[in-house]
């Protein structure tokens, strides 16, 4: 009997992982198993052009006719329930079991629940599906007065659309400064920046104490005797792995489905990647990239992995968030002390650089996209520019 692949998960990194094991020549049976009503598409328009488009339609990960042309069978709308890993099935809901011979688990992750808030009813939204952000689009209308909970790529995104979709936001985060796990102190300041000009109140070290809703209107006490009233509230504060069906199967998990730098599980046959995935470093802690890139990157790890093939090359990562006008990228590491500007990034073009020991590490690109491509390389080969140069827009990064 030829040999079966099944993938459970309906995102990015289950569709890309189809597409990499057809890319690579696996010709057994393939399946993949999601439980949304339709085929992957992109996420990250989610907190974008899905909230601000006046016919937002879905962006799918591979073309409609893909799934028969490369003949994966492609099933929406079933959830699956059990990993048996006895009899290598995996049981769905409706209590039909599927063989596999080898398992991907692309699961991906919920918005982590802050009951207090779901307490409110239906003035309150996450966003991770394409239903979060229809129901998000018909609350937004111009002169709601909406709280984001969290200051971080997902909040900050969402209260640059809801700005736009003249919204009064409040945005309330418990450390010091937005996005302070992902961007560096500049790019943090910048950004901040940016939303106070656009209307946006930014209440950092605080957090809501109690919460009331009377008469369709939310009031919120924060922690420093400031008073919100709201008529929306939506938070964003990191997420939690959809790992129940592996913890439940005996999988290594911890808020994630433990791996190894080839995506494979602890238990033999079975891979996981995406933000479902926790990858075990050389240290032993546990890391995830939560990023779009990361789901592409270890469903072509995995497929590999699958067919016995050598990894593809290790890259740095990379994620961008759109916010207003501003489209940045962040590349590499994030973390250092010697961050070197070019360009004004008011004037709405710069690149923020990373040296680590002198050499390029990181670097972070505002509205300058195109220049991505190049600075991956230099970081990648640990390259050790010269930093006036770095800092002079006239110096073009080929020549460094
Ligand atoms: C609103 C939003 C905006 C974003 N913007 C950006 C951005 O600008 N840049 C960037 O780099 N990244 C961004 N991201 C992150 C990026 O989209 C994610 O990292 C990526 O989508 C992860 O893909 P995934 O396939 O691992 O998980 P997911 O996309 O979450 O897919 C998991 C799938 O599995 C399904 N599933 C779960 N359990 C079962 C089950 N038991 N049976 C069947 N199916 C199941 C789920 O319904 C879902 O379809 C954004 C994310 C969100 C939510």
Known sequence: MAEQIVIIGGGQAAAMAAAALRHNGFDGGLTLLSDEPCPPYERPPLSKAALLDDNPALQPVLPADWWQQNKVTLRTGVQVSRIHRATRQVELLTGECLRWD????????????????????????????????????????????????????????????????????????????????????????????????????????????????????????????????????????????????????????????????????????????????RVRQPDGSLARRETWENANRQARLAAAAMLGLPPPEDTPGWFWTDQYQANVQFIGEMAGDNWLQRGDPDQGNAIWFNLVNGALAGAVTLNQGRDIRQLRKLIQYACRPDPASLADPSVPLKAL
């Open 102 to 277: 080898q398992l991907l688990l692309a699961t991906g992750a919920k918005a982590r629940p802050l009951p207090a808030l779901d307490a409110l009813g239906d003035v309150t939204f996450t966003l991770r599906h394409t239903g979060d952000a229809a129901r998000l689009r018909a609350a937004l209308q111009p002169g709601k007065r909406l709280i984001i909970v969290g200051g971080g790529t997902i909040g900050l995104e969402l209260a640059a659309s809801a700005t736009q979709r003249q919204c009064q936001v409040s945005l309330v985060e418990m450390a010091p400064e937005v996005m302070g796990r992902n961007a560096p102190p500049p790019v943090r300041a910048w950004l901040a920046q940016q939303h106070r000009q656009h209307g946006v109140e930014l209440l950092v070290n605080n957090r809501i104490e109690q919460l009331t809703l009377a008469g369709g209107e939310i009031n919120a006490l924060l922690q420093d005797g400031t008073q919100c009233r709201a008529d929306l509230l939506v938070y964003g504060v990191g997420i939690l792995a959809n790992d129940h069906l592996a913890a439940d199967a005996g999988l290594e998990t911890d808020n994630g489905i433990i791996v190894d730098n080839h995506c494979r599980t602890s238990a033999a046959g079975i891979f996981a990647a995406g933000d479902v995935a």
